[in-house]
């Protein structure tokens, strides 16, 4: 179990995406693991590129959703906050309808920084997305 919380559960970090861009986009968290959390969005007018397909900063925002999430149920939040440092994404499969799912999983969870893979797959469980995004882990003010 890598939560700080050691009895986390989904419906405590919901919240989290209120009032926020993963939210408008249609974000929904579905699954929390002992070391991965999934969320998954809709590919819809607001999401799509001009050509109708999944656009790439849509994706993007579900990976970086996903890792700062989950970095922020790794630390202790009355000591810490996290947030994105760098994000990378290749795009492997164009998407043009349904629903996508992204799965974030730790690579590296340090004191200063976290590491996240998060793939996104979509409805027939084909990759569409593989990013890694670096978290900075800051004391609180």
């Not at 996240?116 to 084909?126: F, M, S």
């Amino acid at each position: 179990m890598i939560w700080f919380k050691k009895d986390l559960q989904l419906h405590e970090f919901i919240h989290l995406g209120n009032n926020t861009m993963g939210e408008h986009i249609g974000i929904e968290f579905t699954e929390l693991g002992t070391d991965f959390i999934k969320a998954s969005m809709p590919v819809d007018a607001r999401t799509k590129q001009p050509y109708g397909l999944l656009h790439g900063g849509a994706s993007c925002v579900l990976a970086e959703t996903l890792g700062s999430v989950a970095s922020a149920m790794v630390i202790d939040p009355e000591k810490f906050i996290c947030v994105g440092l760098e994000i990378n994404a290749n795009h492997i499969r164009g998407v043009r309808e349904g629903r996508v799912t992204g799965t974030a999983t730790p690579l590296h969870i340090g004191a200063t920084t976290h590491v996240w893979d998060i793939k996104i797959y979509d409805e027939r469980e084909k990759l569409v997305c593989v990013s890694r995004l670096t978290v900075a882990i800051l004391k609180k003010q």
